[in-house]
């Protein structure tokens, strides 16, 4: 009898491994893990860039897996073993990025400052990585194996088969590569040459409150069509709530008023569209997302306790002898180094909270075992629901959020209840949460990949180590990407508001008696939460007694608004201050509810109703043009969708659009250091005159650049 050809999508009856458990093929080569590491950190500083920009990330996976096949094959023969090592390794740097710009960025906002906490950060992302890691070790015959056919792991999945057909030859490279080269010398021009704006706007005078912008970046536009028209519209549909109807009822219903609203400090009538949506929309927004992350939380409680079960079962099996692993494919790492390894992260978390302890947060060394042991509960609770989750609906709909806000619930009531209310422990609240978060979302991404090696014919305990390697490669390029974007963004703003240095109002604080700018000595004073200053970093002049600079710091400003995080440090600043903006933020919980009610996922809605419309809007573009590359075309199946042309291209515009923006950064960095000649590539006034400034040049590059997607995507893989 014919055996039937290879698929990943068979029935658990005919499937197969493409790679036979008796092969003897190269796979844990010193080549395969070295590329794989520095394919983490490569991709751990994108998905940091992109994510802090854009809200979310993407699966590195496949462009991962395309670029190794190129390489590998120049350097010689490669096997579809090695290539999988490769992308299991590298693309844990993505996993531990989207755990870490979630959270870790919001100590900015919380009042400290990142720059000086590189090696908390490092270790942080490590432990987190690491814990998401060996807690998916023992899930992973549950999960992968037994629910083979019912758990789909559409990112996993998609990777096999970008891997065998890679094996097999084609032009998946060339599809990257091209994204890659267009989408770099579009955001060189844009960022660094200064040839057109980053963001057309338009604030139309007889709608007023209201604008309407885009932030025209190749990564935007990438990231549109890969999670498609659906996602992107919905995300988009909760920007136009918030800009085109929110902000103009509350300018339109607040046009007469001549004292500040609360949270505002400004009457509303003198309010910018930025202003509006800072002090009015975003608690809004921030009560929707926490409660659609808790929905779609509560919604896979079922999952949880099957999963658990299952698990435990395994193990006992594994225990008592009952469970034979005799196949090279069946071999996962030994339970006894999964449980030293929890005991090993547990004494790192306790060793990181009582040797590098949070500035004012004055724990005994019993607490700090209490949080080392809470993080390892909260871990392995939320690593199976991520993990079940991603194999059900994939990476990318994976609820990290709310699991984090959940978790950050939980400890800011403990903090609550031992009286611990100060600022000091809201960041040592977000630190608890960080890991937890990390480790959720390196287990959503640790299952894909196991789902790879699953279908592809790898034996787990090689990818294990990979991925353990991977996650200690890209922790060092995450904490040094956040840092960078945190100094190279920054910019100081002139404002003028009295205070009186010795009788702050509440929510503001003196940060630092010392602070040197511009050859000038400046008191730094934090506002968060006060109802008379805006929430931020000032510069206070003490001979003038009255502030006279804003310093924006990078992460949080205008081009890396790292909303996630923004909402964690909002949620954690009301809880433990009790000054959180309730009935805006019940006016976001109760849209979700409606919206539920209507019978539509919350989640997407609630996010883009979070966000700005700029980032909503230029996704929206790239899902609308994956509708029209798709129109007419045959339905495809999660996987054969993630594989398109037009995936594949738009994974190279991404990875352009965070290399080329990282690069325009260090600039700028090296230019204020004066290691370089202030605007040194900046020519696009010299050489196009007004051109460079006027928003429709911008726009016309920006639809040229979709044009260039538009023919990739339609032209068939070979």
Same mark, same amino acid.
């Given at each position: 009898?014919?055996?039937?050809?290879?698929?990943?999508?068979?029935?658990?009856?005919?499937?197969?491994?493409?790679?036979?458990?008796?092969?003897?093929?190269?796979?844990?080569?010193?080549?395969?893990?070295?590329?794989?590491?520095?394919?983490?950190?490569?991709?751990?500083?994108?998905?940091?860039?992109?994510?802090?920009?854009?809200?979310?990330?993407?699966?590195?996976?496949?462009?991962?897996?395309?670029?190794s096949i190129s390489i590998l094959r120049a350097f010689g023969r490669s096997t579809i073993l090695e290539n999988n090592i490769v992308q299991t390794t590298g693309s844990a740097g993505e996993s531990v990025a989207a755990g870490v710009i979630f959270t870790l960025p919001a100590l900015i906002f919380l009042g400290f400052s990142l720059n000086t906490e590189y090696w908390r950060v490092f270790f942080l992302a490590l432990i987190g990585g690491w814990l998401g890691v060996l807690f998916m070790i023992p899930l992973r015959r549950q999960l992968i194996v037994k629910e083979h056919g019912n758990l789909l792991f559409p990112e996993g999945t998609a990777c096999a088969d970008v891997l065998v057909a890679g094996d097999r030859g084609g032009s998946f490279a060339g599809r990257v590569f091209w994204g890659l080269g267009i989408g770099g010398v579009y955001t060189w021009l844009m960022t660094a040459m200064k040839m057109w704006t980053d963001q057309p706007e338009y604030q139309p005078s007889w709608f007023p409150g209201s604008s309407i912008r885009t932030a025209i970046t190749s990564e935007y536009l990438g990231v549109g069509f890969i999670i498609g028209p659906r996602i992107s519209g919905t995300l988009f549909a909760g920007g136009v709530f918030s800009w085109l109807v929110l902000m103009p009822a509350i300018r339109f219903f607040g046009q007469n008023s001549t004292v500040p609203l609360y949270p505002s400090t400004i009457p509303i009538p003198q309010m910018t569209p930025d202003?509006?949506?800072?002090?009015?929309?975003?608690?809004?927004?921030?009560?929707?997302?926490?409660?659609?992350?808790?929905?779609?939380?509560?919604?896979?409680?079922?999952?949880?306790?099957?999963?658990?079960?299952?698990?435990?079962?395994?193990?006992?099996?594994?225990?008592?002898?009952?469970?034979?692993?005799?196949?090279?494919?069946?071999?996962?790492?030994?339970?006894?180094?999964?449980?030293?390894?929890?005991?090993?992260?547990?004494?790192?978390?306790?060793?990181?909270?009582?040797?590098?302890?949070?500035?004012?947060?004055?724990?005994?060394?019993?607490?700090?075992?209490?949080?080392?042991?809470?993080?390892?509960?909260?871990?392995?609770?939320?690593?199976?629901?991520?993990?079940?989750?991603?194999?059900?609906?994939?990476?990318?709909?994976?609820?990290?959020?709310?699991?984090?806000?959940?978790?950050?619930?939980?400890?800011?009531?403990?903090?609550?209840?031992?009286?611990?209310?100060?600022?000091?422990?809201?960041?040592?609240?977000?630190?608890?949460?960080?890991?937890?978060?990390? /480790? $959720?979302?390196? @287990?959503? #991404?640790?299952?894909?990949? &196991?789902?790879?090696?699953? %279908?592809?014919?790898? +034996? =787990? *305990?090689?990818?294990?180590?990979?991925?353990?390697?991977?996650?200690? /490669? $890209?922790?060092? @390029?995450? #904490?040094?990407?956040?840092? &960078?974007?945190?100094?190279? %963004?920054?910019?100081? +703003? =002139? *404002?003028?508001?009295?205070?009186?240095?010795?009788?702050?109002?509440?929510?503001?604080?003196?940060?630092?008696?010392?602070?040197?700018?511009?050859?000038?000595?400046?008191?730094?004073?934090?506002?968060?939460?006060?109802?008379?200053?805006?929430?931020?970093?000032?510069?206070?002049?003490?001979?003038?007694?009255?502030?006279?600079?804003?310093?924006?710091?990078?992460?949080?400003?205008?081009?890396?608004?790292?909303?996630?995080?923004?909402?964690?440090?909002?949620?954690?600043?009301?809880?433990?201050?009790?000054?959180?903006?309730?009935?805006?933020?019940?006016?976001?919980?109760?849209?979700?509810?409606?919206?539920?009610?209507?019978?539509?996922?919350?989640?997407?809605?609630?996010?883009?109703?979070?966000?700005?419309?700029?980032?909503?809007?230029?996704?929206?573009?790239?899902?609308?043009?994956?509708?029209?590359?798709?129109?007419?075309?045959?339905?495809?199946?999660?996987?054969?969708?993630?594989?398109?042309?037009?995936?594949?291209?738009?994974?190279?515009?991404?990875?352009?659009?965070?290399?080329?923006?990282?690069?325009?950064?260090?600039?700028?960095?090296?230019?204020?250091?004066?290691?370089?000649?202030?605007?040194?590539?900046?020519?696009?006034?010299?050489?196009?005159?007004?051109?460079?400034?006027?928003?429709?040049?911008?726009?016309?590059?920006?639809?040229?650049?979709?044009?260039?997607?538009?023919?990739?995507?339609?032209?068939?893989?070979?």
């Amino acid at each position: 009898m014919t055996e039937k050809p290879w698929s990943s999508t068979a029935p658990p009856a005919d499937f197969r491994p493409y790679v036979e458990a008796s092969s003897t093929l190269t796979e844990f080569s010193l080549r395969a893990v070295i590329l794989g590491a520095i394919f983490g950190v490569l991709f751990g500083a994108v998905s940091v860039y992109v994510g802090l920009r854009a809200g979310l990330t993407v699966s590195a996976s496949i462009p991962i897996s395309v670029l190794s096949i190129s390489i590998l094959r120049a350097f010689g023969r490669s096997t579809i073993l090695e290539n999988n090592i490769v992308q299991t390794t590298g693309s844990a740097g993505e996993s531990v990025a989207a755990g870490v710009i979630f959270t870790l960025p919001a100590l900015i906002f919380l009042g400290f400052s990142l720059n000086t906490e590189y090696w908390r950060v490092f270790f942080l992302a490590l432990i987190g990585g690491w814990l998401g890691v060996l807690f998916m070790i023992p899930l992973r015959r549950q999960l992968i194996v037994k629910e083979h056919g019912n758990l789909l792991f559409p990112e996993g999945t998609a990777c096999a088969d970008v891997l065998v057909a890679g094996d097999r030859g084609g032009s998946f490279a060339g599809r990257v590569f091209w994204g890659l080269g267009i989408g770099g010398v579009y955001t060189w021009l844009m960022t660094a040459m200064k040839m057109w704006t980053d963001q057309p706007e338009y604030q139309p005078s007889w709608f007023p409150g209201s604008s309407i912008r885009t932030a025209i970046t190749s990564e935007y536009l990438g990231v549109g069509f890969i999670i498609g028209p659906r996602i992107s519209g919905t995300l988009f549909a909760g920007g136009v709530f918030s800009w085109l109807v929110l902000m103009p009822a509350i300018r339109f219903f607040g046009q007469n008023s001549t004292v500040p609203l609360y949270p505002s400090t400004i009457p509303i009538p003198q309010m910018t569209p930025d202003q509006l949506w800072i002090t009015y929309v975003r608690p809004m927004g921030a009560g929707a997302v926490a409660a659609s992350g808790l929905i779609t939380l509560i919604r896979t409680i079922p999952t949880i306790v099957a999963a658990l079960a299952s698990g435990l079962k395994d193990v006992r099996a594994q225990r008592d002898g009952a469970a034979p692993q005799t196949s090279r494919l069946d071999r996962d790492i030994p339970m006894k180094f999964v449980l030293i390894g929890s005991v090993v992260i547990l004494a790192m978390m306790w060793a990181l909270l009582t040797f590098k302890p949070i500035p004012g947060a004055t724990t005994g060394l019993f607490a700090n075992l209490v949080a080392a042991l809470f993080v390892l509960v909260f871990g392995f609770l939320f690593v199976t629901v991520s993990c079940r989750i991603c194999g059900l609906i994939g990476t990318s709909s994976n609820p990290v959020s709310g699991m984090t806000i959940a978790t950050l619930m939980a400890t800011c009531a403990m903090f609550l209840v031992a009286g611990w209310t100060g600022g000091a422990y809201a960041a040592l609240a977000i630190t608890i949460g960080g890991v937890v978060a990390i /480790a $959720a979302a390196n @287990a959503g #991404g640790t299952s894909q990949d &196991l789902k790879t090696g699953y %279908l592809v014919g790898a +034996t =787990p *305990v090689r990818q294990q180590i990979g991925l353990i390697v991977g996650v200690l /490669a $890209a922790s060092f @390029a995450i #904490g040094g990407t956040l840092l &960078l974007m945190n100094k190279g %963004l920054e910019r100081y +703003t =002139p *404002v003028v508001i009295p205070i009186q240095i010795a009788q702050l109002p509440e929510g503001v604080r003196v940060e630092a008696q010392t602070y040197m700018h511009s050859g000038k000595n400046y008191v730094l004073v934090n506002s968060l939460g006060s109802s008379e200053v805006p929430d931020g970093k000032y510069l206070y002049d003490p001979g003038t007694q009255r502030i006279e600079i804003q310093w924006i710091q990078g992460i949080g400003g205008e081009r890396a608004p790292a909303p996630q995080a923004r909402l964690m440090a909002t949620v954690i600043n009301g809880i433990l201050t009790q000054r959180l903006p309730w009935r805006l933020v019940l006016l976001g919980v109760f849209l979700v509810i409606g919206i539920e009610c209507l019978g539509v996922r919350s989640l997407s809605f609630a996010v883009g109703s979070y966000i700005s419309i700029a980032t909503t809007m230029a996704m929206f573009a790239g899902g609308l043009l994956r509708w029209l590359v798709e129109r007419g075309a045959a339905k495809k199946s999660d996987a054969e969708s993630e594989v398109s042309p037009g995936s594949l291209y738009s994974s190279g515009l991404i990875a352009a659009g965070g290399v080329i923006g990282l690069l325009s950064i260090v600039i700028k960095v090296l230019e204020d250091a004066g290691w370089m000649k202030p605007d040194t590539f900046n020519v696009g006034s010299q050489w196009i005159g007004s051109l460079a400034t006027n928003g429709w040049m911008g726009v016309v590059m920006f639809l040229l650049l979709a044009s260039t997607l538009f023919v990739f995507a339609r032209k068939k893989l070979e």
